[in-house]
């Protein structure tokens, strides 16, 4: 990505976030190490993938380097800025403009993994969870979702995930994030 790109990306995120501090809850997008993070367990044969929040796409080009086809990507932003601009960026991409918590998939094969840039520590509890059963509904047997957060612990409260059936594991540290960030691994308990 150029650095135009990259200050372009910075000043539309600086200026959604000004808009809508709780549901952006960043100034700038994701690190490259961060994405690298988040998406190093997702490749190729995971078949479809689904990104809730992709805001100006960092995880979207991490999946597309780790060999995920574009045209396997579903990609869901409600921000019309940012939705504008993945449209741009990932034509071949099957963008969702709308909530996460409402997600209805268009008639695909069942999704393989699943990432989230969505700030759960800033949505009420029943948010989370409708977003969570959203997900699984769509998401393989075996099939994760991998969500980052600035917090010290997951984002996901216990009774939350016990209530779904889930289980969350941290999976790694990116300090150099700005800010530092922690990824979790959410899937079925039985899995």
């Given at each position: 990505?150029t650095k ?7 000043l ?5 976030w ?6 952006v809850?960043a100034i700038?997008p994701s690190?490259?190490?961060l ?7 997702i ?10 929040g ?9 999946l597309?380097?780790n ?6 990507l579903?990609?869901v932003e ?8 993945l ?5 071949s ?21 699943a ?10 509890a ?14 393989a047997?075996?099939?994760s979702l991998?969500q ?19 289980k969350a ?7 150099l ?14 899995a």
């Amino acid at each position: 990505m150029t650095k135009q790109k990259t200050a372009s990306d910075f000043l539309l995120f600086l200026r959604s976030w000004a808009a809508r501090p709780l549901e952006v809850a960043a100034i700038a997008p994701s690190s490259r190490r961060l994405a690298v993070a988040m998406t190093t367990e997702i490749g190729p044969l995971c078949g479809n993938v689904l990104e809730l929040g992709p805001g100006t796409g960092a995880f979207t080009r991490a999946l597309l380097r780790n060999g995920v086809y574009e045209d396997n990507l579903i990609l869901v932003e409600r921000n019309p800025a940012f939705a504008t601009l993945l449209r741009e960026r990932f034509p071949s991409a099957t963008l969702i403009e709308g909530d996460a918590q409402h997600l209805a998939l268009p008639a695909v094969k069942l999704v393989g993994a699943a990432i989230s840039g969505l700030p759960l520590l800033s949505m009420p509890a029943q948010t989370v969870r409708a977003i969570l059963s959203s997900v699984f509904h769509h998401l393989a047997e075996d099939g994760s979702l991998f969500q980052f957060t600035y917090g010290p612990r997951c984002p996901i409260s216990p009774q939350v995930l016990g209530e779904l059936g889930l289980k969350a594991s941290f999976r790694r540290w990116v300090p150099l994030n700005l800010p530092p960030a922690s990824v979790y691994r959410i899937s079925r308990s039985c899995a």
